[in-house]
């Protein structure tokens, strides 16, 4: 077992609860986080079961499976960002449209009250 990772992933869960307790990150987003830190601690533990599960779908060089996990988990989250970036900038658009329809109203007014 490798002490320094499993510190590694503890460390990293516990600077998420704390992010999340203190709301400067979004309980959501933490949740793919501890999941990850969750594997480093498992497979810092069970370094063989890496072996065994990287031979049984067909990955010859356990590492790679690995990179496999770590880019398929980083295009989830930035798949998962450029969805949320793209509702933000729809809701964005909504309300400089409302505000111009506000400011068109309101000049409507003071002209009629001039």
Same mark, same amino acid.
């Given at each position: 077992?490798?002490?320094?990772?499993?510190? $590694? @992933? &503890? =460390? !990293?869960?516990?600077?998420?609860? #704390?992010?999340?307790?203190?709301?400067? +990150?979004? /309980?959501?987003?933490?949740?793919?986080?501890?999941?990850?830190? $969750? @594997? &480093? =601690? !498992?497979?810092?533990?069970?370094? #063989?079961?890496?072996?065994?599960?990287? +031979?049984? /779908?067909?990955?010859?060089?356990?590492?790679?499976?690995?990179?496999?996990?770590? =880019?398929?988990?980083?295009?989830?989250?930035?798949?998962?960002?450029?969805?949320?970036?793209?509702?933000?900038?729809?809701?964005?658009?909504?309300?400089?449209?409302?505000?111009? =329809?506000?400011?068109?109203?309101?000049?409507?007014?003071?002209?009629?009250?001039?």
């Amino acid at each position: 077992m490798n002490i320094l990772f499993v510190l $590694i @992933g &503890i =460390i !990293l869960i516990i600077y998420i609860i #704390k992010s999340v307790l203190d709301k400067t +990150f979004d /309980i959501y987003e933490s949740i793919f986080w501890i999941i990850a830190g $969750i @594997g &480093i =601690i !498992l497979l810092a533990m069970f370094p #063989k079961a890496l072996d065994t599960i990287s +031979f049984k /779908i067909g990955i010859n060089y356990s590492p790679s499976l690995v990179f496999l996990l770590g =880019i398929s988990f980083l295009l989830v989250i930035n798949f998962k960002h450029s969805k949320l970036l793209a509702n933000e900038k729809q809701k964005t658009i909504e309300l400089l449209q409302e505000l111009l =329809i506000l400011k068109e109203k309101v000049k409507e007014i003071e002209n009629k009250h001039d």
